[in-house]
Nanobody, 125 residues
Framework: QVQLVESGGGLVHTGGSLRLSCVASGFTFNMFAMYWYRQVPGKERELVAA????????NYADSVKGRFTTSRDNAKNAVYLQINSLKSEDTAVYYC??????????????????WGQGTQVTVSS
């Protein structure tokens, strides 16, 4: 069955860094664009990063540009999110997701097809 398993979350101080990983199985990984979302309790899930199937193009929310970097390794069925200069407002559960139609997903018209279970990132001052 399809699985997306995130790891790498944790507690970090303001200004610190984390690298989140997401390993996929059960589908043809290199046929799907990949996404990172985050969600804070009581708020809508926010798309923070997207990467095309080849990894050649990335897209970021304005709130994270310059601090977040996503990459993927299709040989390992893995996608990564490097988070630098962490701020308290980055505290959230981070989810990876897979889906085609990257333009529709970035535009909020369509939701990804597959989701991970999430990993908690907590930033303390």
């Amino acid at each position: 069955q399809v699985q997306l398993v995130e790891s790498g979350g944790g507690l970090v101080h303001t200004g610190g860094s984390l690298r989140l990983s997401c390993v996929a199985s059960g589908f043809t990984f290199n046929m799907f664009a990949m996404y990172w979302y985050r969600q804070v309790p009581g708020k809508e899930r926010e798309l923070v990063a997207a990467i095309t199937r080849s990894g050649g193009t990335t897209n970021y929310a304005d709130s994270v540009k310059g601090r977040f970097t996503t990459s993927r390794d299709n040989a390992k069925n893995a996608v990564y999110l490097q988070i630098n200069s962490l701020k308290s407002e980055d505290t959230a559960v981070y989810y990876c997701a897979a889906g085609d139609s990257i333009g529709l997903i970035i535009g909020g018209v369509k939701a990804p097809d597959y989701w991970g279970q999430g990993t908690q990132v907590t930033v303390s001052s």
